[in-house]
Nanobody, 125 residues
Framework: QVQLVESGGGLVQAGGSLRLSCAAS????????MGWFRQAPGKEREFVAA????????HYSDSVKGRFTISRDNAKNTMYLQMNSLKPEDTAVYYC??????????????????WGQGTQVTVSS
């Protein structure tokens, strides 16, 4: 049974920073790409960032590129999302997800098999 547990969300002023963590258990962590998605009130869940199993390749949505950094520590079975220069439009519930491992499509929700419960990020203006 795979479990993904996010932490690190909170309330921050615009321009500030937060670091999200996602602790994984249940499958060999380094074998699977991981991703971050977010969902704002009244909006669909959207892709934020993804990282391959080795950590060697990362992908970002255009809206966060240059401000967010995804990383992972396979020895700790943990993935991170460093969020800098936060904007009010970054306000959302952030979810971590573990890839199915059967494709190289990292941008779509259907490519991910397991999901965390989400952590709220609120950016005030």
């Amino acid at each position: 049974q795979v479990q993904l547990v996010e932490s690190g969300g909170g309330l921050v002023q615009a321009g500030g920073s937060l670091r999200l963590s996602c602790a994984a258990s249940g499958r060999t962590f380094s074998n699977y790409a991981m991703g971050w998605f977010r969902q704002a009130p009244g909006k669909e869940r959207e892709f934020v960032a993804a990282i391959t199993g080795s950590g060697g390749t990362t992908h970002y949505s255009d809206s966060v590129k240059g401000r967010f950094t995804i990383s992972r520590d396979n020895a700790k079975n943990t993935m991170y999302l460093q969020m800098n220069s936060l904007k009010p439009e970054d306000t959302a519930v952030y979810y971590c997800a573990q890839h199915k491992g059967d494709s190289t499509n990292y941008y779509q929700i259907v490519s991910y098999k397991y999901w965390g419960q989400g952590t709220q990020v609120t950016v005030s203006s």
